[in-house]
């Protein structure tokens, strides 16, 4: 299979990769997808609490290239937003720029679980009403313990 | 930092890409090209015209490497019959077989890591009212010759168990379970595509009835195969599948392909001459890449029986690491994995799972098949780019991380998606 110029940058100079402390009550946690799946991504905000600007963002992906690129743009884009603009962003997005074929949009998807996991792990930490359904955070609220 | 820039040097005399899936296809050796040649082009003639020179000098270069194929695997040069694949030749020894001994029973008995062309074809007859057992396979991917033992009823008819794996390389106990068919009065046949000519196969010393071989996987044409059909102790008979004008005793009909044939025969005798000393070699070449990897990398094994198993077959999972961004990091080297991502099905390989891996390990596994051609210096770069590619990863994988930090993995609840 052919990968797109961008999916190959981001494999070779993966964004953001890295830890938050995901104890403190700024940072929201997701944690999706599934070893036997070939899948799992962690991605972690930190958020500003005066703000709900998210001010940084952190990834590791287990899984393909374009699993790899899709969580590496996720972190890319969802800083400097507030967590409700992040919440916008959609999996389709991520499929245009990057150039995913139809085989991989499951990656893509699995970036946006990511998004809302980490948005909803933040908003449970800080009694923020949960605005929209996260399928994720049973991982997350697992890793968390 | 997390960024990649490769900074393993190529060494002198190696070009890239690197071939290294010669369990996949092999290239040909120039030497065989070099017999094929004139019957290309001067000796063009159809080997089943009778009244001619040209039919009689294409019938002579088939006969030849039917007796160079028998010579290789302890048959008589009668017992060979031409195919255009393994795929057909399994085709044609397990329908034409069932075909034949309907009237005898109904039962047959493989195993669940053969290749698709022996499980597919065994699907199709299920469907025709043939029971089949699937055997499983110990999680060093050998069957239990008691499983077999106690799977044979008086309805079977046919025990197919192929002879070496082609994604573990790991070779079944064909000798034994040779032995036993015999001793039950059951027809052994055996996908012998990968052990021909790689280490030693005798139909007669080995209990083999029908075996399946291959052109291309010997360094060899594609588009040719061969089929050994045992003549006596005992006779077996095979119904054709496909019809027409009678070739190979009736058994495979259409015009033969003599340029292929006279290919795989070449092959054939190279394999003879040379076997031994390329088992040693290779066997040398994958002990070197594994031992590399083990000095490197924590969290690496091998997968399937390290002992039974092809010299040039190594089949390791890089634990943490999903296969297909590994290989997305070696494009200059061509191996192949078990990982779901790189098949159109998305489901990771299914001989792994056979073997009791988990779905994750499997997703981490990575064939190499050393061949003839390879050098130690590819071996070399080929280890170095791994080792660093997966250095890489593990700094993305947050499996990798959750395990330094002693977290069981095993306890997540995770969602499958």
Redo the contacts between chains.
């Keep these: 299979m052919a ?1 797109s110029d961008k999916v ?1 940058d981001h ?4 964004r953001n ?3 938050l402390d995901k104890s403190s009550t700024e940072v929201g946690t997701g ?12 991605l972690q905000i930190k958020v500003n609490p005066e703000t709900q600007v998210i001010e940084d963002a952190k990834f ?6 374009s ?2 690129a899709s969580s590496s743009l996720a972190t890319e884009w969802i800083k400097g937003r507030t967590v409700d603009d992040a919440l916008a962003i959609k999996n389709t997005d991520i499929v245009k720029e990057l150039s995913l074929p139809p ?1 991989k949009i ?1 990656c893509s ?2 970036a946006e ?1 990511a998004i809302r996991a980490a948005i909803g792990d933040w908003k449970k930490k800080n009694g923020v009403a949960e605005t929209v359904e996260s ?2 955070t ?2 997350a609220a ?2 968390a313990q | 930092m997390s960024s990649y820039t490769s900074t393993v040097e190529v060494p002198a005399g190696v070009t890239l890409p690197i071939y290294m899936d010669n369990h996949a296809t092999s290239p040909l050796d120039p030497r065989v090209l070099e017999a094929m040649m004139p019957y290309f082009t001067s000796k063009f003639g159809n080997a089943a015209s009778r009244n001619h020179s040209f039919g009689w000098e294409a019938e002579k270069g088939v006969e030849t490497a039917r007796e160079q194929i028998a010579k290789l695997i302890g048959a008589t040069a009668k017992e060979i019959i031409f195919t255009s694949g393994a795929t057909e030749s399994n085709n044609l020894a397990i329908k034409g077989i069932a075909e034949m001994y309907r009237e005898r029973g109904n039962h047959i008995i493989t195993q669940v890591t053969e290749h698709k062309a022996v499980l597919d074809t065994c699907k199709r007859l299920e469907k025709y009212g043939y029971r089949v057992t699937y055997l499983p396979v110990k999680a060093d991917g050998l069957i239990d010759i008691e499983d077999l033992k106690r799977a044979i009823d008086d309805k079977t008819i046919l025990v197919t168990i192929m002879a070496a794996n082609n994604e573990i390389g790991v070779l079944q106990p064909i000798r034994e379970i040779g032995k036993l068919c015999h001793e039950k009065g059951v027809i052994f046949h055996t996908d012998a595509v990968q052990i021909v000519g790689k280490v030693p196969f005798n139909v007669v010393a080995d209990n083999v009835d029908v075996a399946s071989i291959s052109g291309h996987k010997i360094y060899g044409p594609k588009g040719v195969g061969a089929l050994y059909v045992r003549r006596r102790n005992p006779r077996v008979q095979i119904a054709a599948q496909i019809d027409g004008g009678g070739h190979e005793r009736g058994m495979r009909s259409g015009t033969l392909n003599v340029p292929g044939i006279v290919g795989l025969g070449k092959a054939c005798e190279i394999a003879m001459q040379e076997m031994d000393s390329e088992a040693a070699y290779l066997r040398g070449l994958r002990d070197r890449l594994k031992a590399k990897f083990e000095a490197e990398l924590d969290y690496v094994h091998v997968n399937g029986n390290m002992e039974h198993r092809l010299p040039g077959n190594l089949n390791m999972s890089f634990v943490y690491v999903e296969g297909e961004s590994l290989l997305m990091g070696i494009n200059d080297v061509a191996v192949s994995s078990g990982s779901a991502c790189t098949s159109a099905t998305l489901e990771p390989s299914y001989v792994l799972k056979a073997l009791g891996l988990g779905d994750d390990v499997a997703h981490s596994s990575i064939r190499f098949g050393l061949g003839r051609f390879n050098t130690q210096a590819e071996v070399d770069y080929v280890a170095a780019k791994v080792i660093e590619i997966v250095k890489h990863l593990r700094q993305l994988s947050p499996l990798y991380e959750m395990v330094q930090e002693g977290i069981d993995l095993s306890k997540i609840a995770w969602t499958a998606h």
């Design positions: 990968y190959i494999y070779n100079n993966p990769v890295g830890q944690l999706v997808g599934a070893p036997e799946c070939g899948d799992v991504m962690r590791k992906t287990f899984g393909c290239g699993a790899i085989v499951h998807v699995l679980d399928t994720s049973s991982a697992a890793q």
